[in-house]
């Protein structure tokens, strides 16, 4: 019966070792198979999303009344001539089809007014390379910034500092942004900031940059500045002062993590508002971006560039929901994407 028992034991780990790999592949609580899954989920949402937006766009933007500078200027037969070519005078629908297969291939069609005839990849990588530039170190500028400043603030409580912040605070708020760009860019002239933009000059960049990223700063600053607030007042803060914990000590050990949860959840809107912004101080820095593009597209009645930024800011959207999950593991690996 021993003998047996053994024999049986040996042989289920003999099966085991067998089914071990196969069982470490299709582990699906493997990290890796969970990265995948993650990933294979947020490409499944872009896909489905921005085909509804495209999709809603398209048909909307088909029937707003206007005519292009394709067909401006030419008799009938002519301007007949020229929608055949470039297949505008095709059913609607077939016209949607024909550009969801263009965009498979990368074609994302011509410009129909701003830049008649010419394929928008020739241009339009170039512009939204620099509002990317411009957004991006906005962003930074904000973390780097808003973050030390939130937390400077916030660890005291009543002092000199957390008084003049919320002074500061108020006056930014209740100011316009606009206002503010036309004053970093009257202070640039005065101290010799470059002011006029020169994409090869990264000096240039420093301006639009934090005009971009001061509303930004506010928010983190105040959202910080109210959760260390909150955490230092709490019961769990007091039991720690009794036990001899000092005040710094409780700041960088136990109230910070929870006061850092602003950051990941307006993160979204600080990367969205540094390129929604960028239409402004675009105008402002005379920046040829994408935000201007975008601003010219629409009095222009160039609906092939419309669309593709509208692609381009649903992919900006996905990325940074994205970009706020993981900031939230990584403040707590607790948290799953989706809040489960």
Do not use: C
Not at 278 to 303: K, R
Request: proline letters at 4%; glycine letters at 8%.
């Amino acid at each position: 019966m021993k003998f047996s028992n053994e024999a049986i034991i040996f042989s289920q780990a003999k099966i085991q070792q067998v089914e071990d790999p196969l069982s470490r592949i299709f582990d699906f609580k493997n990290k890796y198979w969970s990265f995948f899954l993650t990933a294979l989920k947020i490409l499944i949402e872009f896909v489905i999303i921005s085909w509804i937006v495209i999709t809603i766009v398209f048909f909307l933007l088909s029937v707003v009344p206007g005519s292009t500078t394709l067909t401006s200027g030419l008799n009938e037969a002519q301007a007949a001539a020229i929608r055949a070519q470039f297949g505008l005078d095709l059913p609607v629908f077939q016209r949607y089809l024909n550009y969801l297969g263009g965009l498979f291939r990368g074609d994302f069609g011509i410009s129909l007014s701003l830049f008649p005839t010419v394929e928008i990849n020739e241009f339009i990588w170039a512009r939204f390379g620099t509002s990317f530039s411009v957004g991006i170190i906005s962003v930074i500028i904000t973390l780097v910034i808003g973050i030390p400043l939130g937390i400077l603030v916030g660890k005291n409580p009543g002092g000199i500092l957390d008084n003049a912040s919320t002074l500061v605070i108020s006056i930014m708020i209740s100011i316009p942004s606009l206002v503010f760009s036309l004053l970093l860019l009257l202070i640039g002239r005065q101290i010799g900031i470059p002011y006029i933009f020169d994409a090869n000059n990264a000096a240039t960049y420093i301006l639009p940059s934090l005009a971009l990223s001061l509303g930004s700063i506010v928010v983190y600053v105040r959202y910080i500045r109210t959760e260390l607030n909150r955490e230092l007042n709490s019961v769990h803060a007091k039991f720690a002062y009794l036990k001899g914990v000092s005040k710094s000590r409780f700041v960088w050990r136990h109230a910070l993590k929870p006061a850092l949860f602003p950051i990941a959840t307006f993160f979204p809107a600080v990367v969205l508002s540094s390129f929604i912004g960028s239409i402004f101080i675009e105008q402002i820095f005379n920046i040829p971006g994408s935000g201007g593009l975008l601003l010219n597209s629409i009095t222009g009645q160039d609906y092939s560039i419309l669309l593709f930024l509208v692609i381009v800011f649903v992919f900006v959207t996905i990325l940074s929901y994205t970009s706020r999950d993981i900031l939230y593991r990584l403040i707590d690996p607790r948290i799953r994407r989706g809040g489960h």
